[in-house]
């Protein structure tokens, strides 16, 4: 008990201290951060995962730190953040070098998105449900739904 209270402050603390740039700069510092943002996520909080799991598939070094980025992203997803969900949608769409480009599975990953109120996500699974994709047939009825979901959510058509 006294262990995860004391990793939620220091994890409280490292969030602070993330926003101070000559901090950051500091190797030490740095280290430790990562160390508070990587003890919090395997502690299961969701916030924390998908705040480590971004960092790492934007800033990590290396490609370890992108493929542990995407297992947060997508743990934190599965736990209900829609900004991770968007972020796997968007990976999955692009593909790598291991994994050709799935439109079926960013759409799953942003519809799950836009289940948590995720208005882009929205948008981007219904202009997907209307071109069609890699491995995913056009669909007009299921693009139309997700517009409306999107202008729901609070996103505005351009023009």
Do not use: N
């Not at 916030?47 to 990590?60: E, V």
């Amino acid at each position: 008990m006294l262990w995860r209270l004391r990793a939620r402050a220091t994890y409280w603390l490292a969030r602070r201290m993330f926003h101070w740039p000559w901090l950051m700069k500091q190797p030490r510092a740095w280290a430790w951060m990562q160390g508070q943002f990587a003890r919090m996520a395997a502690l299961g909080h969701v916030p924390a995962q998908s705040f480590y799991g971004h960092i790492l598939l934007f800033r990590g070094q290396g490609f370890g730190a992108r493929e542990e980025g995407l297992r947060l992203l997508r743990l934190a997803a599965q736990g209900g953040d829609g900004k991770a969900a968007y972020q796997v949608g968007v990976q999955c769409l692009a593909g790598d070098s291991r994994q050709a480009p799935d439109a079926g599975e960013a759409a799953r990953w942003w519809q799950m998105a836009a289940a948590a109120g995720h208005p882009l996500a929205a948008q981007r699974v219904s202009q997907l449900y209307r071109d069609g994709g890699p491995g995913l047939a056009a669909d007009e009825a299921a693009a139309e739904r997700f517009a409306r979901l999107a202008e729901q959510l609070g996103f505005r058509r351009k023009g």
